[in-house]
């Protein structure tokens, strides 16, 4: 079993749909959640980050983690043909140095 | 925001030769770097980790002798695969942090590496 688990997609939404992509994950030592970004051929880009257990919002964006059930959320409001990317759920533990581990990501398709 | 660069961003070279890549953290000391392989529609592998001005540690399974890192300084990390074969082709990102940069990891554009 993998550390963290992500459906790969891909994922295909009409514009301005509300769009959710979720990851669990089994080592209950992890505290720090982020997602990611990726565009083709680009390097990942930081969208947010939570500790622990709750909710973070960031304009569209909409993140939660729920350590009790070790699976995390992330919400994207109208969604946008720019959203168009693979996102990718991130987490380590508070030892162990940054050692992340990376869900496998989920490709999005936003249609205009 | 922190800013990390790569080069090359693509570079294709013949089987059995070395190929460096440099990764530079340009607005910010990055005390410790990262080195991750992504295969397509797949996700990152951690490489190793580097600290600067000490060895880096290599995660089971990566050939250290192959994958040679080197982290001489605060802003600057180089990868050098060694005798490439074509199945290191790859894509090859690396990131940098610095000690109190606790979620944050900040990514390289990525090289994209194809041995012929």
């Known amino acids: 079993q993998k550390e963290v688990e992500q459906d790969p997609g891909p994922l295909s939404v009409p514009e301005g749909a509300i769009v959710s992509l979720n990851c669990t994950y089994s080592?209950?030592?992890?505290?720090?959640f982020m997602w990611y970004r990726q565009y083709s051929r680009k390097g990942p880009e930081l969208l947010m980050y939570?500790?622990?257990?709750g909710n973070k919002e960031d304009g569209r964006f909409t993140a939660q983690v729920d350590k009790s059930s070790k699976y995390i959320s992330l919400f994207i409001r109208d969604s946008q043909p720019s959203d168009s990317a693979t996102y990718l759920c991130?987490?380590?533990?508070?030892?162990?140095?940054?050692?992340?581990?990376f869900g496998a990501g989920t490709r999005l398709f936003v249609k205009a | 925001g922190a800013v990390v660069s790569q080069h090359p961003s693509w570079v294709i070279c013949k089987s059995g030769t070395s190929v460096k890549i440099e990764c530079r953290s340009l607005d910010f000391q990055a005390t410790t770097m990262f080195w991750y392989r992504q295969f397509p529609k797949q996700s990152l592998m951690l490489m190793a980790t580097?600290?600067?001005?000490?060895?880096?540690?290599?995660e089971q399974g990566v050939e250290k002798d192959k994958f040679l890192i080197n982290h001489a300084s605060l802003t600057l990390s180089t990868l050098t695969v060694t005798s490439a074969h074509p199945e290191d082709s790859s894509f090859y990102i690396c990131s940098a942090t610095w000690t109190s940069g606790i979620y944050e990891q900040y990514f390289g554009p990525g090289t994209r590496l194809t041995v012929t």
């Open positions: 080592n209950s030592a992890f505290q720090y």
């Open positions: 991130a987490m380590r533990a508070n030892t162990g140095g940054f050692k992340t581990i």
């Open positions: 939570t500790y622990s257990s």
């Open positions: 580097s600290n600067e001005g000490s060895k880096a540690t290599y």
